[in-house]
């Protein structure tokens, strides 16, 4: 075991929500550590094809936005929590731009774009569907440049590291040469959700819920891990394959796109008054339903037709690579898992359970998705709340080094085996519609699987999570949001906030 020299504050993941942290906690000296060989790549945020959600038109308000997104969560957002965010979100667009990042315009304006339960056009793109790869380059490029911090890659955080008072001082982590202890003043999970972990998701396989798995270990507190969103559009995958499938993105339907069964029909205008810009929940269950009796198919010829390489290009080579082409045919979608709206919970300033430590972004549970998280409120959210907690970190006094106390685990992650039988157990019985049944059957699996598994790995805990998850959705009778119980009575809309 080797001891990394000591840093005012350690951020767990080089996504969005990471380095907005890291940026903007200078001067502390901040490291940031991530798995993989290239820092930025890790993470869900540079797949993010929709934009960010800022209230900038003329028509619009921070007051609407946040009206829209206390109405996708169902009444389980946090009110104070929406406001602050929402009000953030137009000057976080002007800081990213201060950083570099190149949004789509329309001559000198931003153009703004519209996805479902939005009430106005309010989304902020890049390059159409690229936006949080254009995201991560600006940060990317702007954190390389900043002498306060350091970005270690091939780092695995695999235990939080606490003193005899039960504070976070540091984190344990796997490197190229083993075992590691990486100290710091204040430590921050920005390590992603656990959306990966689902045989199909939009997610890199790295949103394996590892992050929020040890803050579990430790105690913290998680909440609403029963709420995960699943996107109604990813690409079909071809027989047998699974994890992470191309999304296309709900801009599509934004730009008019719909949605066809089997015999070619549109079955989405029947179900919502909204048709294909429907809440993100009630689409993703259509899709599900139609996947099961033969197929659903997203068509975009006639709204997009030939401009479809201009306006769509992420999607188009997604297309264009598995021999669809999205101008001439119909293209075959299944829903995956997108988006864990629980994590572990922070309070208004970031902070958890556990003194020392803080989260943001997919990993923290902060209370502003609620039940279901608005589209393209999650960059937002990540950024906002990765820039805030930075700041606040770099004005406030942070405690001495703490001495750590001995790993109470090891590093062994989940083998490929086992994980791929996780995946399978979770979309079979805790997918986009869950029964008391199929959950109670998930968990008996997923006993097995742990069975099969070292006691105090870090493989160990992302179970010890699944489990955690599926109590959750256990306890849960009633369907909201997106959490669906095909045994349960469906929640009319207006008596949700009632009843949680
Ligand atoms: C999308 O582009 O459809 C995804 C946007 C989001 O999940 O916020």
């Known amino acids: 075991m080797t001891t990394a020299a000591l840093f005012d504050v350690l951020v767990i993941g080089s996504g969005a929500a990471g380095l907005a942290t890291a940026l903007a906690a200078a001067p502390r000296r901040v490291a940031v550590l991530t798995p993989g060989p290239v820092p930025a790549l890790d993470g869900a945020s540079r797949w993010a094809q929709g934009g960010i959600a800022a209230a900038l038109a003329a028509d619009d308000s921070p007051q609407l936005h946040a009206e ?5 969560g169902a009444g389980l957002s946090d009110p104070e929590a929406v406001a602050r965010l929402t009000a953030a979100a137009p000057e976080l667009i002007a800081w990213l731009q201060t950083l570099g990042a190149r949004f789509d315009r329309a001559g000198v304006a931003l153009t703004l774009g519209r996805e479902a339960a939005h009430r106005r056009a309010r989304i902020v793109h890049a390059q159409g569907d690229a936006t949080g790869a254009e995201v991560m380059r600006a940060l990317s490029v702007a954190a390389a440049t900043r002498s306060h911090l350091t970005l270690v890659t091939r780092r695995s955080a695999y235990a939080l590291a606490r003193d005899d008072g ?3 001082v540091g984190v344990w982590a796997q490197g190229p040469d083993g075992s590691e202890l990486w100290r710091a003043r204040a430590v921050v999970l920005a390590s992603g959700g656990y ?4 045989r199909y998701t939009t997610n890199p396989s790295g949103s394996d819920g590892s992050g929020i798995a040890l803050a579990l270990a430790a105690g913290a507190m998680l909440a609403d891990l029963e709420f995960v969103q699943f996107h109604p559009t990813a690409l079909a995958p071809r027989d047998g394959a699974h994890g992470q499938l191309p999304l ?3 801009a599509l339907r934004g730009a008019g796109a719909v949605l066809l069964d089997a015999r070619g029909k549109r079955f989405m205008p029947v179900l919502h008054a909204d048709a294909e810009l429907a809440p993100r929940d009630v689409v993703a269950r259509a899709v599900w339903r139609e996947a099961h009796r033969g197929g659903a198919w997203l068509d975009a010829r006639a709204a997009v037709g030939a401009g479809f390489p201009q306006r769509f290009p992420t999607v188009f080579a997604a297309c264009m690579a598995r021999g669809l082409d999205p101008r001439m045919q119909a293209i075959p979608v299944v829903p995956a898992a997108h988006y864990c709206m629980g994590g572990v919970r ?15 972004g997919e990993a923290a549970r902060s209370g502003v998705h609620g039940a279901n998280r608005l589209a393209s409120n999650s960059l937002l959210e990540g950024l906002a709340h990765g820039r805030a907690l930075g700041a606040a970190l770099a004005s406030q006094s942070l405690p001495g080094p703490g001495a750590a106390l001995p790993a109470s685990r090891f590093w062994h992650p989940l083998s490929a085996a086992l ?5 399978d157990l979770l979309w079979r019985d ?5 029964s008391g049944d199929g959950l109670v059957r998930a968990e008996a699996v997923l006993t097995q699987l742990a069975a099969e598994t070292p006691a105090a790995s870090s493989g160990h805990d992302v179970l010890a999570l699944t489990a955690a998850m599926l109590a959750a959705m256990r306890a849960r009778h009633r369907s909201i949001g997106a959490h669906f119980r095909v045994d349960a009575m469906v929640v009319p809309e207006r008596s949700r906030a009632a009843i949680c």
């Not at 959306?195 to 689902?198: F, R, T």
């Not at 902070?351 to 020392?356: D, E, I, K, Q, V």
């Not at 805790?430 to 869950?434: G, L």
């Open 346 to 360: 922070i309070d208004g300033a970031g902070a958890t359970s556990l003194p020392g430590l803080y989260a943001v």
């Open 68 to 72: 829209d997104t206390l109405a996708a």
């Open 419 to 423: 994980r791929a039988r996780l995946g």
């Open 195 to 198: 959306a990966g972990l689902y």
């Open 248 to 250: 296309l993105t709900e």
């Open 430 to 434: 805790a997918a986009v519609q869950r």
């Open 166 to 168: 039960g504070r976070v």
